[in-house]
C-alpha cells in the first residue's frame, strides 16, 4: 500500500518523449524478432517438406517390399487369424518394419509442423500499437 | 499483464506510458546521468515485452517490474564499477528508533538528503527509494530484490541510520 514519500527528494527531471522513444525501440525489436521467426518457420518449412517427399516414397516402397506389407493385408483380410497368432504376425510385424525410413518420415513430419505453427503464431501476434 | 499475455499487444505501450516516469527516477537514483537512465529504462521495458511468458498469475506487476528495472541498473554498475558494499553501522538498532530517524531524516535540506541517499551502497539505496519514493510495502521490496521480509526490514533500518549518519559527518562510500 502506497504512503506519501517521508523523504522529499530533489525531483529527477524526466527527459521529454523519452517514454515514447522506448515505445518505439520495443515496437522495432518485436517487429525484427517476428520477421526472423517467419523466416526461420519457412525454411524449416521447405527444407522439411523437401526431405519429407523423398523420405516417405522411401518409406512407402521399403514397406510395399518387406514382408510388413504382406502381414497388414492378412490382418485386415483374415482377422480370425490374426487374433489368433496376434503375437507371431505381431514380432514379424515388428521385424519387418523400416524403423528407419519410419523414423526419418516421422521426424520430418514433426519438424513440418512445429515450423507451420511458429509460422501461424508469428503471423497471428500482433505488433505493438502505438498512438500516433 | 495478463491482458498482453493473452494477446492484447495494446496493453505495452500503456504499462510503458504508465510506468516509465517511476522506473527513469529509480534507476536514475543509481546511475545518475539521463542517457545512462533511459538505455537502462529501455532495456527493463524490452525485458518485460521478451520475458512477458515468465509473469505467472497471481503475481504483482510493480515489484516484478522493479525487479527487472533494479537488476537491469545494478548490472549497468557493476560492469561500469564494482561496487562496494561494505556497511559502517552494526546491527543493533532497534525497531522503536525507526520512527524517530525517519522524522529526524526528514527535517533535513532536500539537496543534501538526495546527495546523501545517492552515495549509500546500493542496496541500502534501493530499500530507502523503493519504500520512501515509490512507496511499495516491505513485501513488494522483497519481491524486488528477491530478499526475505526481515532482510528487507534489517537492510532499511540500517540504511536509515547510516544515512543518518551520513548527513551528519558527510557521505561515507
Redesign the interface.
Known sequence: ???T??????P?P??AG??E???A??EA??KTSRLWRIRLAVSTGIVSLGGLVPVGISLVRDIASSHAGAYLSLVFSDTSIALSYWKEIGASLLESVPFLALTGTLALLGLLLWSLRLAARSIA???????A | MEAYQKGDSAVLPLLIRRYFDAIYRYVYRFVRTPAAAEDIVQETFIKVWKYSTRFKAGMTFKPWLYRIAHNTAIDYLRKKQPLSLEDTVEDTIADDTVALLEQSIAREEQERLTAAIESLPEHYRAVILLRNEEGLTFEAIGEVLGKSLNTVKSLYRRGLALLKKNLEVGPQE
Do not use: E, Y
Open positions: 500500500m502506497n504512503k514519500p517521508l523523504l522529499r527528494l530533489s529527477v524526466v527527459p523519452a517514454a522513444r522506448v515505445i525501440v520495443v525489436r518485436q501476434t500482433p505488433l505493438v500499437i502505438t498512438n
